[in-house]
């Protein structure tokens, strides 16, 4: 979805180094997540954050950090990067008022972490 | 936490035979939606399904709500090449998270 977008979209880093992934989005929703994506995995929820002053932890955020800077936008880290995070990263957003709570997703960042 | 099933991994399909996907859950869901990502492409959200029972249809494609809740399906009648992607099925766990299958693969053999 244009309203969502992610830089870079695509980056090959070193072991160790540290990455940040950058989101975007103009649909003005609150609500901001950051996946990861293996292959036959699906989609693993790394941490969400329901308003600026509201980060959670997902299922799988060892070893990442974020960072809500404003409404619009939603930092991923990885601190020291390894190569078991090399994966796809997909940022989403959602409306809470809106009745579906539908999730709208960036474009993606392929990482490799050689 | 709760978890989706979803089968099968991957499917094979010859162009104008049909395809479905199946989503269980041992605990009822409050719903369900489904999601398809095309070859190199994100998530797009296809629909959600709420009430027991309920069956909903776009174009080829008909979705489907166990009367317990706790599964769904996905089925594309005579399937077309732009039908290739992977579909996603996702219960909301709590607080608009999100929890996704681990996706069906179609392809369709032209």
């Known amino acids: 979805d244009a309203d969502v977008t992610q830089t870079p979209r695509n980056r090959i880093t070193k072991t160790g180094k540290r990455i940040m992934l950058e989101c975007s989005q103009t649909k003005g929703h609150d609500r901001m997540y950051w996946y990861r994506q293996d292959p036959g995995l699906g989609l693993q929820l790394i941490y969400y954050s329901f308003d600026v002053k509201d980060i959670n932890k997902g299922e799988i955020s060892d070893g990442y950090s974020v960072s809500r800077q404003a409404q619009a936008k939603f930092s991923l880290s990885l601190e020291s990067a390894i190569p078991n995070q090399t994966a796809l990263y997909f940022c989403?957003?959602?409306?809470?008022?809106?009745?579906?709570?539908?999730?709208?997703f960036g474009p993606g960042t392929r990482l490799t972490v050689l | 936490g709760q978890q989706v099933m979803q089968i099968p991994q991957y499917q094979h399909v010859q162009e104008g035979e049909d395809f479905t996907t199946y989503c269980n859950s041992s605990?009822?869901?409050?719903?369900i939606q489904w999601y398809k990502q095309r070859p190199g492409g994100h998530p797009v959200f296809l629909i959600q399904l709420v009430k027991s029972g309920e069956v909903k249809k776009q174009k080829r494609l008909t979705f489907q709500f166990g009367e317990a809740k706790k599964n769904s399906s996905l089925h594309i009648t005579a399937t077309q090449t732009t039908d290739v992607g992977t579909y996603f099925c996702a219960e909301e766990a709590g607080s608009y998270q999100l929890t996704f299958g681990k996706g069906t693969k179609l392809s369709v053999i032209p």
């Open positions: 605990t009822t869901l409050s719903n």
């Open positions: 989403a957003t959602s409306d809470p008022t809106s009745q579906h709570h539908t999730q709208y």
